[in-house]
């Protein structure tokens, strides 16, 4: 699955997305893992995650950035 979020990330970047739109991409995909997962409160904490706005994402990596 790493294989696949790393293709989808250099094919969408080559075809001229925006950051934000690969994000959005890769976190639908991410949500669609989350349904794989039999516990329900992993699957909960996985959905949460992927579905994190850009904005927030954002605002958390460029706190980190700066640490």
Do not use: H, P
């Amino acid at each position: 699955m790493k294989n696949f979020f790393t293709f989808a990330t250099i094919a969408m970047c080559l075809a001229g997305c925006s950051n934000e739109q690969v994000y959005n991409s890769l976190s639908g995909a991410k949500e669609s893992e989350c349904q794989k997962i039999v516990d329900a409160n992993e699957r909960a904490r996985c959905l949460d995650a992927a579905k994190e706005s850009y904005g927030k994402y954002q605002q958390r990596r460029e706190e980190s950035l700066k640490n």
